[in-house]
């Protein structure tokens, strides 16, 4: 399994990105596809997460009404919309891949991890 993020970049306060990860080689269907954050002194904390088909979503309270997650299964592309975005968002962020539909929000349980992009916010 290989996963591609991409989509990272310097925006101002208040301004929105889209993140894409794209997952080639992924050949089962009960997966669970997720986004974490790292910032620089930080451990890598949890994001977001989707399952395949899209039945089951988890959102970090940080995050809550201001990133959405989405994904084309047809791509086999998960996709993070950032909104509302603030100093703090600032990381590198990893889309990541495990096996199962359960709900996991630790990095540990992620069997894959694509390469990280930069997101700074900043004026």
């Known amino acids: 399994v290989q996963l591609q993020a991409s989509g990272g970049g310097l925006v101002q306060p208040g301004g929105s990105l889209r993140l894409s990860c794209a997952a080639s080689?992924?050949?089962?269907?009960?997966?669970?596809m997720g986004w974490f954050r790292q910032a620089p002194g930080e451990e890598r904390e949890f994001v977001m997460s989707?399952?395949?088909?899209?039945?089951?979503?988890v959102y970090a309270d940080s995050v809550k009404g201001r990133f959405t997650i989405a994904r084309d299964d047809t791509k086999n592309t998960v996709y993070l919309q950032m909104n509302s975005l603030k100093p703090e968002d600032t990381a590198v962020y990893y889309c990541?891949?495990?096996?199962?539909?359960?709900?996991?929000?630790?990095?540990?349980?992620?069997?894959?991890w694509g390469q990280g992009t930069q997101v700074t916010v900043s004026s």
């Open positions: 990541a891949v495990r096996t199962g539909l359960r709900v996991a929000v630790k990095d540990s349980e992620y069997a894959y």
């Open positions: 989707i399952t395949w088909g899209g039945d089951s979503i």
């Open positions: 080689g992924l050949a089962f269907t009960n997966h669970r």
